[in-house]
């Protein structure tokens, strides 16, 4: 879908929102901005007003190549690492987003339309306590190991799954996406995300801020 190039786009600042936006946004793959294979960008529009935020990237299945190239370049050094050091990166995480809060916030009222006193009072609320949340899990978490009968014991140990794939919906784009990347994080699993088409905007802004505390990959 080719990107409206009229010069109408809408401009959330012009409303009083603290919301500047690039133009384009590409794919976040291996800690870096990747533009889509095949060159292609759609419109993200604006529920409020029916206009174009910002253009973003169309992607194929070569970018999803890339993404899981990259994701599983960097599963297992990222599944080697301490619990400790997992749990101290998510709460980096959420001091990250608290910071940014109303930035959130505003991305997410003008790409989904929900009222800004709910994105800001619940949804990005919600989804900075989630990464709070999973890294004290980890941190409580413990093995396991149990006598059967004479000859059989059972342990149990924890290890990574290696790369996930996370689908996130258009109702609740910032929160869903907190809600997969927190316990997949946690547990030491690299991911490979998409965003509803219709509603981006927040989970790329996220990706923005974060790209100095998540590890490549």
């Not at 919301?19 to 409020?48: C, H, M, Q």
């Not at 916030?105 to 009222?115: L, S």
């Amino acid at each position: 879908m080719a990107y409206d190039k009229t010069p109408h786009a809408v401009k959330p600042e012009e409303y009083g929102f603290p919301l500047k936006l690039k133009k384009r946004y590409d794919n976040f793959i291996g800690g870096e901005w990747v533009a889509p294979v095949k060159g292609e960008y759609y419109s993200n529009l604006t529920p409020i007003t029916g206009e174009a935020l910002c253009e973003v990237a169309s992607s194929s299945k070569d970018d999803i190549e890339l993404a899981l190239d990259a994701a599983h370049a960097a599963k297992g050094a990222w599944g080697k690492t301490s619990v400790q050091e997992r749990a101290n990166l998510l709460l980096k995480v959420a001091d990250r987003m608290e910071q940014n809060l109303e930035l959130l916030a505003n991305a997410e009222t003008w790409d989904n339309g929900k009222p800004i006193r709910e994105t800001s009072g619940a949804d990005v609320p919600l989804a900075i306590d989630h990464f709070r949340y999973f890294a004290s899990c980890v941190r409580a978490q413990e093995g396991g190991i149990s006598e059967i009968d004479s000859e059989t014991v059972a342990y149990h140990f924890h290890e990574p799954l290696g790369v996930v794939a996370q689908i996130i919906p258009w109702n609740f784009p910032l929160l869903m996406a907190c809600w997969k990347m927190a316990p997949a994080l946690a547990a030491g699993n690299c991911i490979v995300m998409k965003p509803a088409k219709l509603t981006p905007l927040s989970v790329l802004l996220l990706m923005d801020l974060l790209k100095d505390i998540l590890p490549a990959g």
